[in-house]
């Protein structure tokens, strides 16, 4: 999937910003039950509520998971673990896309830092991904909430 945004950081930022007072539940499932008209828009819409779910929550870990017949899990885990509604591939597909383009990833994956400015303050976050042929996983490490 191609990502036209050359600063797709500052667009997850806007749109965390944007939803930082939403129920992140409520469009999570309103994202997944509904027909994708823009499905790189949604990418980062959906990433975002789902970073914003993890910091409310006081996530350890979001991890999103496509196995080789394609479907698609994505979890928080922390004190309990919450099933996420799932984006449809191609909107996994443009989440991938963009925190590879964020990031600058190569093909394979890795584990590199990710800074989320959100209004007053900021996040450290960690990102680690993995591809394989038919399957990759995206986990996004939540700071201690000590």
């Known amino acids: 999937m191609q990502i036209k945004d050359p600063n797709l950081h500052l667009k997850l930022q806007e749109m965390c910003d944007?939803?930082?007072?939403t129920g992140y539940a409520v469009e999570l499932a309103r994202m997944a039950a509904g027909p994708e008209s823009d499905p790189e828009e949604n990418a980062v819409k959906y990433l975002a509520l789902a970073i914003m779910y993890g910091i409310t929550e006081k996530a350890d870990k979001l991890k999103f998971k496509q196995e080789k017949e394609g479907k698609i899990e994505v979890e928080l885990k922390g004190e309990q673990k919450i099933r996420l509604?799932?984006?449809n591939g191609d909107v996994l597909d443009g989440i991938i896309a963009t925190i590879r383009?964020?990031?600058?990833?190569?093909q394979e994956g890795g584990e590199l830092p990710l800074a989320l400015g959100l209004r007053t303050g900021s996040v450290d976050l960690k990102v680690k991904m993995k591809e394989k042929?038919?399957?990759s996983s995206l986990t996004i490490y939540f700071p201690s909430w000590q």
């Open 85 to 87: 509604p799932a984006p």
């Open 101 to 106: 383009q964020i990031l600058h990833f190569d």
């Open 133 to 135: 042929p038919g399957k």
């Open 18 to 21: 944007c939803y930082l007072d």
